[in-house]
């Protein structure tokens, strides 16, 4: 069985935010730098943190950090 890790396994709220690819939107927590992306820019975002978690060896909340680590 082959199985597809598609953008939809990126949905979910973890410690550092929530990606919804339901509704199409990213949110970061972050008291200073609280983040909020909806449409086509949160898909980019998502096919970015997607594109970070199936290359590494991480978790989908480690494929968030990181994203957020270089981008926020």
């Known amino acids: 069985m082959d199985i597809t890790l598609n953008e939809s396994w990126l949905n979910g ?20 730098e609280g983040f909020f ?5 949160a898909w980019e975002i ?5 594109q970070i978690w199936v290359n590494g060896d991480m978790t ?8 957020i680590s270089s981008n926020i």
């Open 13 to 32: 709220k973890y410690s550092c935010g929530v990606i919804d690819t339901s509704l199409c939107t990213v949110e970061v927590f972050d008291p200073q």
């Open 37 to 41: 992306a909806q449409g086509e820019h």
């Open 46 to 50: 998502i096919s970015e943190i997607h």
């Open 60 to 67: 989908t909340e480690q494929a968030f950090q990181q994203w």
